[in-house]
């Protein structure tokens, strides 16, 4: 499952990926990511939260990296990722290399308490 949520004052998109997720299932999700960057001014902050991920299908690099280029597009500044698990990154730094000619600061954190005290220090 994919959740999408925005902070518009903020400036912030939040994506958080859970239990099991499929090519079909990120495709599907596409246009809502697209209708919630349309709402959000440039300059967004990302929180990608991977902690209630269990597995995600590797075919979904390409919607991944649509997703990427869409967030680039809407002049993307800052991730923050939540990926407890080192296991279950999904190839996400490699991807953010080839998807984002801008290269955004990035920082993964083990917790959403540690996201949360990085997107206050860049706010």
């Known amino acids: 499952m994919v959740l999408i949520t925005s902070n518009k004052q903020r400036r912030l998109l939040c994506m ?28 967004i902050q990302v929180l990608a939260d991977l902690s209630q ?9 390409n919607d991944m990296g649509r997703a990427m280029d869409l ?3 809407h ?20 991807l953010t290399l080839f998807h984002y000619p801008r290269p955004p600061r990035v920082i993964t ?9 990085q997107l206050a220090l860049w706010s």
């Open 75 to 94: 002049g993307v500044g800052l991730i923050v990722r939540v990926i407890p698990d080192p296991s279950k990154d999904i190839g996400l730094n490699i």
């Open 16 to 43: 958080n990926y859970v239990q099991r997720v499929s090519p079909e299932e990120l495709a599907g999700a596409w246009n809502e990511l697209k209708a919630v960057l349309d709402d959000l001014p440039p300059g």
């Open 53 to 61: 991920l269990e597995y995600m299908d590797p075919a979904c690099e």
């Open 71 to 73: 967030m680039d597009q």
């Open 109 to 117: 954190c083990e917790s959403l308490a540690q996201a949360l005290k």
